[in-house]
Structure formats: C-alpha cells, structure tokens
C-alpha cells in the first residue's frame, strides 16, 4: 500500500511546499499554509493503468466554423464575451462582495429561461429563499429558473446528468464546492481546482455552458489557485467602487473573443441596468468652468469613451510632495509630471498632485497622458480648458505627442456628444481628413499645449484680478518659479 504523501499548500496562490513555514514565499502572504494529501490530488478512479494509444495528427489548414452561440440577452453581457456563450465553454466571474455578480447572473438566466431554454442556478452560499426574494425583487420571479441549494460536485453532476441538457448552468460560488476524490476543506486550493476540473469535464462532455462565481482577495485577484483561470475559457471580472451606481464587466481572458471590451451597467433599485452610451452617463454632471478638469476621448476595446479626467495641484507642507491617482497608472502620472518639469519648465517638486478619473472608471491606454497633462497645467495656473473640447494623445520621454490609435472613431463620438474641438496629436491629422465635424488643434509638442494654457490663465488673472506668481508664464521658462 502506497504511504500518503503529506504537503503544505498556500490557500492564497497555491504553492506547495514540503513542511510548514509562517510565510509563503510565492505571494508573501502570512499563515496561508494548510497541511494537505498530495496522493489525493489525483484520485484513484480516475488513474489510467492502460497503455497509451496512438492518434491522428491533422494540419493547420481545414474547414473551420465560428462556435455556435447562446445570447444571454443582455447587449452589454453579449458584447464582453464575444456575441454570447459558447457551448461547451467555462466562464469564470470574479468581482468584490456586493458588487453586483449574482444579481447579473440572476438577471442573465432569468431572461434566456423565459426565451425557451433550460437554464439551471445552483446556489452553494444562499438558501432558495433567498435567491427567490432577489428574483422577486428584480421582477423576476416568474421566470422558470430552475433552482437549487447544493455543494456536492459529484451530486450535481449527477442530477444534471437526468433528462434535456441544461444550456446554461450557474455555480455560486466555485469556493463552495467540493468533491469526494479529494481529503481537504471546501474553499482549499485542492478542492477548487478538483471541483473546477470536474465541472470542466462536465461541461465539454454535455456541451452545456458554464458561468463560475470566484470570490476575490484583498488585491482584486480571483481566490484559489491561479490553475483555474487557465482552466476555464473566459475569465471576466466586475468592477466599480461602492459609493458609484456604476459598474463595469471587464474580459480578462477569452477564448472566443476579445479581451479589450467591456460593458457598462448602473446599479438602480431594481437592480442593473445597461448602458447603451457610457460617454454622455460619465459627462452628466461635468462640473463646467473649473479649472483642472478636462475630457478625454479614451477606446475601450471598439467602443470610443468620453470621461472626465480631474486633476489638482495645490503648494504643499511636506518634505515629500503627495502623489495620488484614482482611475489611472500612478507610474503614467509619474512619467507625466517628470516630462512636465524636464521639458515644460513646470516646476511641481513643491506641490501635491491629486488625479482623479470622475466616474469610477479605470483607464489602461497611454493616450490618456496628454488630458493628464492638460488638467494638471490647468490647476496649476488655475485656467479654465474650453469646455467643449476634448483631448487624447501618447506622451513620449521627450515631449514629444505621438499618435494613438482609431483616432476618427474618437472624433465621431466627441463629434456626437455636442464637442466642437479636440487637441490631439499633428501626426494623426492625416487619419481623419477634411470631414472631421470637429476644429482640430493638432500639436506635436507638449510645450506648445502648456504655452496655450499658461497664456489663457495670464489673460484671465489680467481681467479679473492681479495674476498670482504661480499663474505666468513666464514661470514655464526653464530655470524660473
């Protein structure tokens, strides 16, 4: 008889390790290892003691065919996974507590259950109850929803197993199940990758489609074991910040799709509600004639994105200049405010630099550098930007503006909201022609962008009151202020 083999593994990240130690050297996490059966990783039921078998091997080339797909109904859903589920395939959604997954998955299900198709919710946090008072009070109660409250994967599987195929099944949460092939505690590394693997294994056998609820750590990362999300299919995350109605369902990995769309929802009274046009909900209470604020034209995936980018730069009392950032890269804000003191003149060293993207969205593409830049000038000379103009463009480490792309898509949308200019790089002029709807101030230079602004804030400190020192231009001079 074969002896167990004992070893620790970090319920964080999944290392493992041959004795216990205080700390896991793989994430730095501390007391996060638990004592586990290696043997039971690998059950016995599942052993193959017969020899392997040769197969055929096939060409890259071949007749190929786009994976037929299950629309959930909701625009936004379908657009972040592709045009919808695919059959066969393994979603995996993570997203803070309360953040709103389990009511987008109760909305999901309930709509494609009242167009025709079977579609089965399994619940291992909550009673039955209590998912059939959340359908009720989203209006969703007379959806056929088919129910339940169970945690054994092997009596899951079997249930499933009876009758028509499920089209879409729902587990919430993947931490809460287990399964008998395996000696640990639900939630343990061991037993969410097991119970992944079998539900895995389910789903490409019956070709049913499978959403997976994974809860988060601290850090925003998907607990349990990083195995998973190369598992699955598609990794989708959902994000947004308590004290905003706004939510944002992000790809992460995707198989079948694209990995750069998201979708935007709002969290009403009776529960999400998708939103066709995310630029003018982020503009709706644009504070207008304050300076620091200034809009940029962003691409999320092939949706074009107006936001808000607010900035503030006060003289401060440390030793220390505070630096911070919502929204953005604080490396990106960095690198901004060093090109701003190299290359502008703009003396910062003396003063605290708060950025801020209004909404509670979060930007990831460079060509957000030169709305960054605008605010920050602008708060420091305290000049109002034209309100209707709109900004994007790529800073390089010598000044210089650099073109980002789909740059007419950006325009159109601007073009739509009612803006009239935008400020964007020279060398995009050519991408967008003599048709634009928009005055184009193409510029090549980040010097000639804080000259505009600086000048603007001259000439209001001269018809308003006498110009404060930080407000000329003269202190854009490098050597001065």
């Not at 730095?28 to 586990?36: D, F, I, M, Q």
């Not at 607990?223 to 699955?232: F, L, N, S, T």
Request: with cysteine; net charge neutral; glycine share 10%.
């Amino acid at each position: 008889m074969a002896k167990n083999t004992l070893s620790f593994v970090c319920q964080n990240c999944g290392a493992a390790y041959n004795r216990w130690q205080g700390k896991c050297e793989s994430c730095g996490e501390w007391n996060t290892l638990a004592e586990e059966d290696a043997t039971g990783s690998v059950p016995v039921s599942i052993r193959s003691k017969r020899k392997g078998r040769t197969f055929a091997l096939e060409s890259l080339s071949g007749k190929t065919q786009d994976a037929p797909r299950l629309s959930s109904g909701m625009t936004e859903l379908d657009r972040v996974t592709g045009g919808g589920f695919v059959r066969g395939s393994v979603l995996l959604v993570g997203g803070d507590p309360g953040i709103g997954k389990s009511t987008l998955l109760t909305q999901a299900t309930s709509l494609m259950a009242r167009a025709g198709h079977r579609i089965v919710y399994i619940s291992g946090e909550e009673a039955i109850a209590q998912v059939r008072l959340r359908a009720e009070r989203l209006g969703l109660s007379d959806a056929p929803v088919q129910l339940a409250a169970e945690t054994s994967v092997e009596d899951i599987v079997s249930t499933l197993s009876e009758g028509a195929v499920p089209r879409l099944i729902v587990i919430d949460s993947i931490q809460t199940m287990w399964t008998d092939t395996v000696e640990s505690a639900p939630g343990t590394v061991t037993q969410v990758r097991a119970s992944a693997q079998a539900l895995i294994r389910f789903a490409k056998k019956t070709g049913a489609a499978i959403i997976l609820v994974g809860h988060v750590t601290k850090d925003g990362q998907i607990a349990g074991p990083r195995v998973v999300e190369h598992m699955v299919d598609a990794v989708l995350s959902f994000e947004g910040e308590g004290s905003q109605q706004f939510r944002i369902l992000r790809a992460v990995k995707n198989r079948f799709g694209p990995t750069d769309e998201i979708g935007v929802f709002e969290m009403t009274g009776l529960g999400l509600r998708e939103v066709t046009n995310p630029s003018e909900l982020f503009l709706s209470e644009r504070d207008l004639g304050t300076p620091g604020t200034a809009v940029f034209a962003g691409i999320e995936g092939t949706r074009p994105l107006l936001v808000e980018l607010q900035a503030l730069v006060a003289p401060t009392s440390l030793g220390t200049p505070r630096r911070a950032v919502v929204g953005w890269d604080p490396s990106r804000l960095s690198m901004v405010l060093a090109v701003l003191e190299a290359h502008c003149g703009v003396k910062l060293s003396g003063h605290d630099v708060y950025l801020n993207v209004a909404g509670g969205l979060r930007i990831n593409e460079p060509a957000a550098d030169l709305a960054a830049a605008a605010a920050l000038v602008s708060s420091l000379v305290n000049a109002q930007l034209p309100t209707d103009a709109v900004y994007f463009g790529e800073i390089s480490l010598s000044g210089v503006v650099r073109p980002v792309a789909q740059t007419p898509a950006r325009l159109k949308e601007a073009a739509k909201l009612g803006f009239q200019r935008a400020v964007l790089p020279e060398s995009a002029r050519g991408e967008v022609g003599g048709d634009a709807g928009l005055s184009l101030n193409a510029i090549n230079s980040l010097t000639t962008l804080v000259a505009e602004i600086a000048a603007r804030g001259s000439r209001r400190g001269e018809s308003s009151a006498p110009a404060e020192k930080n407000a000329t231009p003269a202190r854009f001079r490098r050597g001065e202020g």
